[in-house]
């Protein structure tokens, strides 16, 4: 699906493309579009960080444990919630008590990427996790800090033990399946979440396409009929909308969920 950039996207361009663009010819990198080196799911992410960033440090000065604002408690609920579907919780329930040291990474890429799916809500912008070069990129983070855990609990040899099984002489077997198992997890990571998050936008553009033509035909025809048929087109996308920001939180959810079960097995003292 092809994204028009946005005005954020033009302006960094027209600022900055050029020198950008020198930068990445000297390091033998060709963008796709030269008259605008930097794309839009770069541009959307680096808004996401900022974003996150600026919010943090606003929240940091207000944080009060007597009278904690609105703010403040909707930023504890990511943490822990009566659903038990915080990170925290999340972290507790697949890790075990020692789970809660591993809260900054996990909580960073879940809270940005439930920030990057939500941002394109907003009119005019996009979702840069559309782009499988961003979830491709928080899997290889997630894939790298979860296997440095488990080194960093149990020793390189110790680790490594793991994927041989319990049983010695299946170990010629298990091996590469472990391995090819565990890799694996970047590539499930990447497609759950750019498939599900490239589907909700591609099926709210689609459906809003296949009812703006009906509503055109109607309006050349009779101004109060295209009122009428225009209806469904003028609403439709608060519903797609809704289901949007389900998706996304959703997607988020999962994104915290399996980095917390893949850290609970890498750190277990049995498998």
């Known amino acids: 699906m092809e994204h028009h950039n946005s005005f954020l996207t033009v302006l960094l361009n027209k600022l900055i493309g050029p020198q950008v663009a020198a930068l990445l010819h000297a390091l033998g990198i060709h963008p796709h579009d030269p008259a605008n080196p930097i794309p839009e799911h770069v541009v ?25 604002g609105a703010s403040q408690q909707v930023v504890e609920m990511l943490l822990t919630n009566p659903l038990g579907a915080g990170i925290r919780d999340l972290l507790d329930q697949n890790v075990g008590h020692h789970g809660r040291q591993y809260v900054p990474l996990v909580g960073s890429v879940s809270i940005f990427i439930l ?6 809500v907003i009119p005019g912008l996009t979702s840069p996790t559309v782009n499988a070069t961003v979830p491709l990129g928080c899997a290889i983070i997630t894939f790298l800090y979860f296997n440095w855990q488990g080194i960093r609990h149990h020793g390189p040899i110790g680790y490594l033990k793991h994927f041989f099984g319990p049983i010695w002489w299946l170990a010629p077997l298990i091996f590469p399946v472990e391995i090819i198992s565990t890799t694996a997890r970047i590539l499930s990571l990447t497609v759950r979440l750019w498939a599900n998050m490239f589907a909700s936008e591609l099926l709210y553009f689609i459906f809003l396409g296949l009812l703006m033509g009906p509503a055109n035909f109607a309006m050349h025809k009779s101004s109060v009929l295209g009122v009428l048929v225009g209806i469904l087109p003028a609403t439709l996308p608060i519903l797609f909308i809704l289901l949007h920001i389900f998706v996304a939180v959703i997607q988020a959810f999962v994104f915290t969920i399996l980095p917390s079960i893949y850290l609970g097995m890498a750190v277990a003292e049995e498998h």
């Not at 920030?115 to 394109?120: D, E, K, R, V």
């Open 44 to 68: 959307m992410s680096l808004l996401v960080i900022v974003v996150g960033m600026a919010f943090t440090l606003w929240l940091k000065g207000r944080l009060s444990v007597a009278r904690p």
């Open 115 to 120: 920030l990057s799916n939500l941002i394109s």
